[in-house]
């Protein structure tokens, strides 16, 4: 193979200088992404502005047999815009326009690089709305939402990334450009290509447009905190409200070492600290009637203490009550900047169970965790901080500790991710939650898609 000095010389002739980066500080901001302890140099950086810059560099890199990494906004948790196999990274960051609002046809067309809360704004601003909000909505991009699937509080109610994508257009790795899907609803027209893509961690394609379905914004949003003296009373709460016909646009929790570690953070300025938990739950309505009436119903729910429900609608004073919930991740990062972060997935009934056999574990072990998520759909955030702990001690007790967390929500139910996918963390543990003939299928989609292995390897299953 040549040189990356030659290959980043020709990849320039190809593309202009403005877009290849071999400069060694620059590609430093590329050899990593949200994940706790994890980084890999890129040898070169690529920012493509069209989908012929893309198809122009997955060409020139299927020819000379490099390694690929597409990357949006690097907000993964999971390592999978880490290039852990060096090679190119591919930004999309540039291809960041929302190219239409289609009013008419409730759809948004959009280059991957757009941010996910830009696109909810676009969309606002024409009565509609795009429901899935990823917690670090102000930041991702939505081609990376589309990659990993990307959920967030609202999945409950309107579902995950995956019932939003209408279409694609998206570049294999022998420059390709393949465009599946568009402006309609109903699609029976061979294989669902769009479907394989989703979740797909960069692995298969680069995804360079996406057409995203859009829905009637609601006309109002209320949210309230509910306090309990335990996650389990919480829970029982959260089949109460469903069982009650009542479907909240989100219903998240915070457990007692979450609100501990946010009311330490925020100097105490949080709704009941003392709590054992909290349920946050956000009602969408089309009028003030409609709204009152669920909350009436809520507050006389057997497990809810109606008194201590504090309701806010004004967005300030909404920014008040989700203030906890959203900084726990900056609150762990400011007391344990090395942490494992785990998003199983188990049925919503036994998150209680899941919660409470796993917070024996980690005390007997002298673990700190702090557990929050999407009670609504069993989607549960367990983050292990390593505090002071010997890193090397950290380390090699690593492995154990994922396969206990594993272990015990496949038991359930379960599976090891609902939203942050396998990428580079968890590929060893892949064949607890997948047979060895789904995995050999998926080995089988990769090789369709991507014969000589090229597209951001090392990843899911490799
Ligand atoms: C504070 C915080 C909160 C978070 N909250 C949530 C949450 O609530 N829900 C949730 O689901 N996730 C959450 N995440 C994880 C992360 O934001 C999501 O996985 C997001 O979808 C990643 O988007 P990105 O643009 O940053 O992608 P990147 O991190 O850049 O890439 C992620 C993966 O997508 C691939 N990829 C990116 N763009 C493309 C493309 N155009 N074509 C093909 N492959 C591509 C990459 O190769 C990589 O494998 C959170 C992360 C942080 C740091």
Known sequence: MKSYKSLSKELTLLLGASKVVTDKEILGAYSRDETSDLSAMPDILVRAGSADDVSRTLRFCYEHSIPVLPRGAGTGVTGGAVPVAGGVVLSLEKMNRIIEIDKENMVAVVEPGAVTRHIQDAAKAEGLMYPPDPASLESCSIGGNVAENAGGPSAVKYGTTKDYVLGLEFVLPDGSIIATGGKIVKNATGYNLAGILIGSEGTLAVITKIYLRLIPAPLLTCDMLIPFPS?????????????????????????????????????????????????????????????????????????????????????????????????????????????????????????????????????????????????????????????????????????????????????????ITGEHGIGFIRKEYLPMALSREEIELLKRIKKAFDPKGLLNPGKIFE
């Open 231 to 415: 996650i389990t009373e919480a829970i029982n709460a959260v089949y109460s409200i469903l069982s009650h016909r009542i479907v909240p646009a989100t219903i998240e929790f915070m457990e007692q070492g979450a609100i501990d570690l946010a009311a330490q953070f925020l100097n105490k300025e949080i709704p009941y600290p003392e709590a054992g938990a909290h349920l946050l739950v956000r009602i969408h309505g089309g009028s003030e009637g409609d709204i009152y009436a669920d909350i009436e119903k809520i507050g006389a729910l057997p497990d809810v203490d109606a008194d201590k429900i504090i309701i806010a609608q004004s967005p300030v004073q909404q920014e008040r009550l989700w203030k906890a919930r959203r900084c726990i991740r900056e609150a762990i990062q400011a007391v344990s900047p090395v942490f494992l972060a785990e998003d199983c997935v188990v049925p919503r009934s036994k998150i209680p169970e899941f919660l409470v056999e796993l917070k024996k574990y980690f005390e007997s072990k002298s673990l700190r965790s702090v557990m929050f998520g999407h009670a609504g759909d069993g989607n549960v955030h367990i983050d292990v901080l390593k505090g002071d702990m010997d890193y090397d001690l950290w380390k090699g007790g690593l492995p154990e500790l994922k396969r206990q967390i594993y272990q015990r929500a496949i038991a359930l139910g379960g599976t």
